[in-house]
């Protein structure tokens, strides 16, 4: 069992690399890295567990569940998101013996870190989506064969519900409609599973790697970025147009850049359901989901969230090949470019520049 | 403990009482009642409790939820609201000795009826509300102190949730919009109580209530419904004029009657959300919720519910005294004409005609 330790100098590492790994959505995790650094400065670490032993122990996902928009407006406080996890526990009759994170982009990869210092449960290296995405039945878990039901959604009021769907994506639809209802953001927990089936379906080793992005990225260090995930530049410009609406519980919307330097006269198209979806020029896609898609600020090299976009930004975009586990047919099924309602083939970006 | 049994030929007259007390809500109880029928005709009777004699018996309401029109549209199946009562009991970890109607208007008349048949519990005599009304907390148990939650909501593809709100608004707020997204009507168990807080808290004996003015109506003896309820005829005329659209999972909107015989040249509006609300002429109000308001067809006495009414019907409008346990200052907190928007005094229709 390797294990190691985020400490108070490492979450603004982890917050940018998340951002980056985010593709636009998840949230933008500054306050979630506030309310990380709060739990570490009185707890001093928290340890990371990569590969757990027991086949048998029982891991349960935690996170925030809403449009990233609301997410930022109505700052979550640390106690609800462990809330979730007791309400689990307590009615499923189950001992949690480790959390994940569902999504590695945003807020999420911080909630299951702040539930992890309130409760003490330890947390695993990995999550359902080596990126973050929209819905909740978009993860691997869910492609190969673990249910999100039964999950618990909590608000900061202290309602509750247990949702059992008949399969993810009503489950999705159920808790998506309750997370509006409570104004637009929740706490939930979800994807129960024993260890067995997490290692083998779970993207791993994700809190590592945001950890890594985020140390390169605050030192300037794009290159290597870009090395390290066979990433490219897919564009630099200056954003012209940013259309976006909170529909259903969701931001979405695109963005239009104007090419500068070697993009001159060029324009690049974005469009996102809380994350990047597809990026196209006026003759040409670059990328779709589930690769990512990462827009950078062209000065400081930051993450944009796709909620933080706004006229005159001048950005960088980058394309990022997805994890394998997101390119197998059967996780096309829920997250290549048909899922979200374009007809279009997913042409891994690697096969594509 | 007083018993008494409901059988095949019994139906008729509990649905067309039922109609009569859902003050043009709770759905047309007709497929309930060919539901309750085909039960009853294997099972011969159903074993009705009057006063059940262990106070610690526990007692759980069993109810369909959503707009009328819907629930007309999408026939229930008699398995469904049973299963949202087994999955009670199992969650909650409850043996069920009692089923209670939570309203006796409307189909919910029928539902727990059918359920009782299907699992074996037996049903009290009684309900939340001696009529209908649109939302959950409406009812005299949560007036008195007992919570809707925990609550079971399930659909026909056989999603469930298990709800707990903060309070009476919040567990319908959740449990309305899972029910929009449910598509427009789902079963729920809720209420769950020992039968000290029922038999003090219930308005009760309204299934013999319900049977005996379906009987009177049947027979055409409307004018012993009036002396038995101290009900009275308001108005009669024809429609000309019906608005109704369903919103945010209710069927909302209002009727005019234009008067005939000794009403001629007068007009009478009924507004409704599921139930009707409140009647008034031009320049008075004549009854407000919660004293019932109920029209029936001028040429058979038949109750007809707020969907049905249609341009071109001549109807007989009735306004009858609600049951004492909905007429305290308590109650009207939730169900007096200011629950509903209106800016008006309840004023009892025995004090105002």
Do not use: C, H
């Not at 739990?39 to 340890?47: A, C, D």
């Not at 299951?112 to 039945?137: C, H, N, W, Y």
């Amino acid at each position: 069992m390797e294990t190691y330790y985020i400490r108070i100098n490492d979450v603004d590492n982890l917050t940018t690399g998340a951002s980056f790994l985010g593709s636009g959505g998840g949230g933008d995790p500054y306050i979630g890295g506030l309310m990380l650094k709060r739990e570490l400065k009185s707890k001093g670490e928290l340890e990371i567990i990569r590969r757990p032993k027991s086949n048998k122990a029982f891991v349960l996902g935690s996170a925030m569940m809403g449009a990233p928009i609301v997410m930022i407006e109505k700052i979550p406080s640390s106690s609800e998101a462990k809330k979730a996890l007791e309400i689990y526990s307590y009615v499923m009759n189950k001992l949690i013996d480790y959390i994940t994170p569902l999504e590695i982009g945003g807020v999420n990869s911080t909630i299951p870190l702040i539930t992890s210092a309130k409760t003490g449960i330890p947390i695993v290296d990995g999550d359902g989506m080596g990126r973050a995405f929209p819905e909740l039945q978009m993860t691997t878990f869910y492609f190969y064969g673990v249910s999100p039901s039964p999950m618990v959604i909590f608000d900061e009021r202290g309602n509750t519900s247990v949702i059992q769907g008949i399969d993810g994506y009503w489950t999705e639809k159920i808790a998506r409609i309750i997370t509006v209802r409570f104004g637009g953001s929740a706490y939930i927990a979800l994807y129960g599973m024993n260890m067995e089936d997490y290692l083998k379906n779970a993207v791993l080793d994700t809190l590592t790697l945001a950890l890594e992005i985020g140390e390169l990225l605050n030192d300037k260090k794009l290159d290597q970025v870009l090395d390290k995930l066979k990433a490219e530049i897919l564009f630099k410009g200056k954003v012209i147009d940013v259309y976006r609406k909170v529909e259903k519980g969701f931001s979405k919307g695109y963005v239009v850049i104007e090419g500068i330097e070697s993009y001159y006269n060029k324009t690049l198209q974005i469009d996102f359901q809380n994350e990047f979806l597809i990026a196209r020029t006026n003759n040409e896609i670059l990328v779709t989901v589930p690769d990512l898609i990462v827009v950078l600020d062209l000065f400081n090299q930051k993450p944009i969230t796709t909620d933080r976009l706004k006229y005159g930004q001048k950005v960088i975009v980058i394309g990022v090949p997805a994890n394998e586990k997101l390119r197998t047919e059967e996780a096309l099924k829920y997250i290549g470019p048909k899922a979200f309602g374009y007809n279009i083939e997913y042409i891994p970006i690697d096969k594509r520049l």
